[in-house]
């Protein structure tokens, strides 16, 4: 069944997509701790989660006040210290809300992250989701490529734990395997079977609402299998399907810049993360 629906994201601004982005990653959040049997906190203009005492829990772009920012700030962490957990996770999009955010997280024991790389991809044009290589074949239509040899699955059901030296999987991805299961309607797995062995994967999920798009997490190819193109056939096959589903944006947070300019991906924005960890950890 198709998703369409007349709030999803069209003719968006780069202000939306990184709004889009935003909101994607926010329900991420919020979907993996309800599927975990956690909680959801939602406090003014700051919302976060926990996930259980064995997953790292995720703050979700704060929008303070900076006369209560400090106060909320305070409460939030009042009621962390009553959840053990691996960690917690701040994400903001720049400028971050208020502006010394960083600051003052840092002065209850968080630590500097990394800079995500919001970039966004529209799947509106004629041209489709990418041209065709030498050595490769149609999927989808021939709109989205494969090479020789690679066998592209959407398995949700398919565990992924036992492929050794892949990244991003069970307890490190993004998208965790129980909302895959609780979710499959917004959340999809798509897997890279090369010679019979599980080679790649990446997951989406789909958000509707004012800022509706598909966010794309955890593509990842096994080291051996590197360099022939899986990763970007992997992202392709679940821009395939948000299409197919009546989505015209894919976004995500890059890793790797130039292989998703490549597939037509451009740059949004940066953000900024902060993480705490327990000191037994």
Not at 34 to 39: K, S
Not at 80 to 96: E, K, Q
Not at 137 to 145: H, Q, Y
Request: with cysteine; charged share 20%; hydrophobic share 40%.
């Amino acid at each position: 069944m198709s998703l369409t629906h007349p709030s999803i994201l069209d003719h968006a601004s780069t202000w939306q997509l990184e709004q889009a982005a935003a909101c994607n990653h926010t329900e991420l959040f919020c979907r993996n701790a309800v599927a975990r049997g956690g909680e959801v906190r939602v406090m003014d203009a700051i919302t976060y989660t926990y996930e259980g005492v064995d997953h790292q829990s995720m703050i979700a772009f704060p929008s303070l006040q900076e006369w209560v920012a400090d106060e909320q700030l305070d409460e939030m962490m009042r009621w962390y210290a009553i959840r053990p957990n691996r960690g917690l996770g701040c994400w903001s999009l720049d400028p971050p809300r208020p502006a010394d955010l960083g600051v003052r997280l840092k002065a209850r024991g968080f630590q500097d992250g990394w800079r995500p790389c919001w970039m966004g991809l529209d799947m509106s044009g004629p041209a489709g989701l990418g041209p065709a290589a030498e050595g490769y074949t149609g999927l989808g239509g021939g709109e989205v490529t494969v090479p020789v040899g690679v066998e592209i699955k959407a398995d949700n059901g398919m565990s992924l734990l036992d492929v050794k030296d892949l990244p991003y999987t069970g307890r490190h991805g993004a998208i965790s395997p129980e909302l895959l299961q609780r979710h499959p309607e917004l959340a999809h797995q798509f897997i890279a079977i090369l010679k019979g062995k599980i080679v790649g994967h990446c997951t989406a999920l789909f958000t509707t609402g004012e800022y509706g798009v598909t966010g794309i997490y955890d593509v990842a190819v096994v080291p051996s299998a590197r360099g022939k193109g899986i990763g970007k056939t992997l992202v392709l096959a679940a821009c395939r399907k948000a299409k197919d589903n009546g989505f015209r944006y894919a976004v995500l947070n890059a890793t790797g810049q130039h292989m998703y300019e490549q597939i037509g991906f451009q740059w949004i924005s940066d953000g900024f993360t902060w993480w705490w960890f327990p000191k037994n950890s």
